[in-house]
């Protein structure tokens, strides 16, 4: 019986051409617990304490790429009642998904598998509901609009935050750059679902990437899969519940002639589980200039539109995103 959505029938081809794809030499063996930041220091009345915490933020964004932050303010029981509509969502039939407004999401927000994949390794397991920020009032019905809307300004302000943080270290005071140029125009939210994969050969939940945004907030279950680049190998993140998982996207190495790490990661499909997770994207307009900080700057100057565009035509071309390489003085 094939999963929802079709992920087995549509890539048959696929999986009988790359049997081997997840043999045991290249899944991850290690475990890794990322540093855990607590962000009520941010509210101390100490001086020492909150400088403290702003550098801790500013040593994981540099040495790892990836953190996880406590004390976040966003209520766990907002998150669950966002869990509960997701699955809801993703449960409903395939034809529905792809055809229907579900929620008053159209169909046009809806995305699975990976269309220009030519081999496995392309290859995402998972499907997705992409809601932009600018359009939540139209797009989503009364109950899951409160909810999604409570969700997005939580994680926007949060998002927001630790860019402020990051962004000063490179100059930029009270995050005014960010605050400019990434508003509810451009910033969007992404409700993840990875079903179960009994294929032989196993797949990707998500394929081998970096974020192309100046960073995301992560919200993810328990089932586990994600995992990370770290020193030349793949490190499994362990779940944390309670906690929320930050990461730097291109724009903020690029922006930070690479003092940040935008790290490449993964997600590893269940074979019996599947996977939930949401995940807010703190993007700026298509007109947005990204330059190294000081000179000399490592990579040349872009606008986000032309990265986008860069990235679709190398997807096009050669099947996956290349980056920031393709902008390298």
């Not at 290859?123 to 909810?147: C, F, Q, T």
């Not at 860019?163 to 939210?189: E, F, H, R």
């Not at 990265?307 to 290349?322: A, P, S």
Request: proline share 5%; net charge neutral; aromatic share 10%.
């Amino acid at each position: 019986m094939d999963s929802n959505p079709p992920l087995s029938s549509t890539y048959k081809t696929l999986f009988a051409n790359h049997p081997q794809l997840l043999d045991p030499s290249r899944i991850a063996a290690a475990e890794c617990d990322l540093p855990i930041i607590d962000l009520r220091d941010l509210t101390s009345s100490n001086f020492d304490t909150v400088q403290k915490c702003k550098n801790e933020i500013v040593l994981a964004a540099s040495e790892w790429g990836f953190f996880r932050v406590i004390n976040h303010g966003i209520s766990h029981d907002l998150l669950l009642q966002l869990r509960k509509f997701q699955m809801n969502l993703f449960h409903e039939p395939f034809e529905k998904k792809k055809k229907e407004k579900l929620l008053e999401l159209a169909p046009e927000n809806y995305c699975w598998g990976t269309p220009s994949a030519t081999n496995v390794e392309q290859l995402s397991w998972s499907e997705a509901y992409h809601i932009p920020l600018n359009s939540i009032s139209e797009s989503v019905g009364d109950n899951m609009r409160k909810i999604i809307q409570d969700v997005s300004k939580a994680m926007s302000r949060l998002a927001h935050e630790m860019a402020s943080i990051l962004g000063a270290k490179l100059g930029d005071m009270n995050g005014k750059y960010i605050k400019k140029c990434c508003t509810s125009n451009t910033c969007y939210l992404r409700l993840n679902h990875y079903p179960p994969c009994q294929e032989p050969s196993g797949a990707f939940g998500l394929a081998p990437h970096t974020d192309s945004d100046f960073l995301t907030v992560l919200y993810q279950d328990q089932v586990g899969g994600l995992q990370l680049m770290k020193g030349g190998s793949w490190v499994n993140v362990r779940p944390n519940p309670g906690a929320l998982i930050i990461n730097i996207g291109d724009l903020f190495q690029a922006w930070s002639n690479n003092l940040y790490k935008s790290v490449k990661h993964r997600v590893v499909a269940n074979s019996r589980f599947e996977r939930f997770s949401v995940a807010y994207f703190l993007c700026p307009s298509y007109d947005t200039t990204i330059e190294g900080y000081s000179d000399p700057t490592i990579y040349k100057r872009f606008t986000f539109g032309e990265y986008k565009q860069q990235i679709k035509e190398d997807v096009q071309l050669t099947g996956h995103k290349i980056g920031l390489s393709r902008f390298l003085r």
